[in-house]
Each structure stands twice: as structure tokens, then as C-alpha cells.
């Protein structure tokens, strides 16, 4: 699929897959686990000194389902740690520039990029439809209402590629498959150098507590509920 051929050695490889697998730890982006959260710290210790290695090396990265949701987190964002209507065995769909496409979904938990700088990340696909009615983070309170449920995400601060659906489970003849090759090509050509060299650094998760820089209410959520959810989870 999209010409892409598995190696057996990362060090040589053009593209670094983290691929779908259990919840991501939440101690990566500083919350507990709620209730309906399943992982395996031992592997995400290892991915995330992983991801730490490619950097450096300045490898080009994809993350797919699970993935995904763990580029969301070192790209530092948390994640909603339980939704409904996602975790499907059936296809379901996803707007891309005003374009509907069939997609697999198989997920109870979701990215939340919406706490980073607008021009930190494109939004490159949101669900057509908000599906879940319940948005739950890792004390099982409840996120304040997401403007758009997103789908796939690049990330500017590191130049990641998140994809939440599973594109791999699809006819790679399929038009969204098109799209994810445009995806591609953006991923290959993006140099995040001048990225970097603009903000200085880019802070985890956990460093946005002690930054100057104050949270940034991206995702069209009333001030008074923002600002009440900073206090109380991340402050």
C-alpha cells in the first residue's frame, strides 16, 4: 500500500509505523486511568523511547489507531480517555475538505490536539457526524463538548502524521486511500526545523504547566467551562 515496502531495520527505514494496540499510558500525559483504560506501560515506555530516538533522528513517523492517539500525546496532548459509537465493526464517515469518505473505526478513546496553538497542527479529517455523547478523561468526569471529533491530525511541532482509522484495512484502490498519499507526501516534504527554531522548543504536556504561555482555548468551548477544566485536571 502506497508503495511503501517493511524493513527489518529501523536504522535504514524512511518511515517509523507505530501501529493500533491497547489505551496509551495516561502517565504520559499526566492524568490516572479511568475505569474503562487498558494498557501496557512496559510498551509504552518502550515506544516512547523510541519516538525519542527517531526524533533525534530526524525520521519521518506515522501513528495508526493506537498510534495515532500516541503521536497526539508526545506531540504533547491529551487524550479523551473514553468515547462511544466509535468502536465499531462497521465502516463509518469521516469529512475531508468538505468530502465524505467511508472509513473502519475501532476506538473507544480520541485525540485531543484542541490545547495547542492553532497553527501547532492541521486538522486533516474530523468525523462527518459527532457519534459519541459522552467524552470522558481519566478521573471519568466528562471533557467539555468537542467542536469536531477528530480523525486525523498533523502535528507541526515534531511533523507527525496521526491517523485514528485503520486505512490498512481498506481497498488500497479506495478514494480516501488517495488522499492519505497526498497525506504522505505532505509528511515527506514538511522540514520541522523552522517549526522549532520559531517556538524555541516544543514543550511536552506536563511542561505546559509551567510555562509563561497560558492554555489556549482552541476548541470553541465556553470560557468559564475552559478555564474550570484547566483548574481542576492539568493545574
Known amino acids: 500500500m502506497f508503495g511503501i515496502i517493511t524493513i527489518d531495520s529501523s536504522d535504514s527505514a524512511d518511515l ?7 489505551d496509551v499510558d495516561p502517565n504520559l500525559y ?17 515506544w516512547n523511547a523510541l519516538y525519542k530516538k527517531y526524533l533525534r533522528q530526524d525520521k519521518k513517523m506515522l501513528g495508526i489507531c493506537k498510534g495515532a492517539q500516541f503521536i497526539n500525546v508526545v506531540s504533547g496532548c491529551p487524550l479523551v480517555q473514553h468515547v462511544n459509537n466509535h ?28 490545547l495547542l496553538d492553532a497553527d501547532s497542527y492541521d486538522m486533516l479529517a474530523t468525523s462527518t457526524e459527532k457519534r459519541s455523547d459522552t467524552y470522558l478523561n481519566g478521573y471519568d468526569d ?10 486525523a ?4 511541532g515534531n511533523g507527525t502524521l496521526a491517523i485514528q482509522f485503520h486505512p490498512e484495512f481498506m481497498d488500497y484502490k479506495a478514494s480516501v486511500n488517495i488522499v492519505i498519499g497526498e497525506w504522505f507526501e505532505m509528511l515527506f516534504s514538511y522540514e520541522p526545523k523552522e517549526f ?15 510555562s509563561s504561555t497560558p492554555f489556549s482555548n482552541l476548541g470553541g468551548i465556553p470560557d468559564e467551562v475552559f478555564n474550570a477544566f484547566i483548574e481542576k485536571h492539568l493545574l
Open 16 to 22: 517509523i509505523v507505530f501501529p493500533g494496540g491497547l
Open 30 to 46: 499526566g492524568e490516572p486511568a479511568g475505569q474503562r483504560t487498558s494498557f501496557n506501560p512496559e510498551t509504552d515506555a518502550n
Open 87 to 114: 468502536a465499531l465493526l462497521e465502516t463509518h464517515q469521516i469529512t475531508i475538505k468538505d468530502t465524505v469518505y467511508d472509513v473502519t473505526s475501532t476506538h473507544h478513546q480520541m485525540m485531543y490536539p484542541f
Open 142 to 151: 466528562e471533557f467539555p463538548p468537542l467542536e469536531a471529533e477528530p480523525e
Open 153 to 156: 491530525i498533523f502535528f507541526r
Open 196 to 210: 522549532f527554531d520559531r517556538y524555541n522548543k516544543k514543550k511536552s504536556f506536563k511542561e505546559f504547566k509551567e
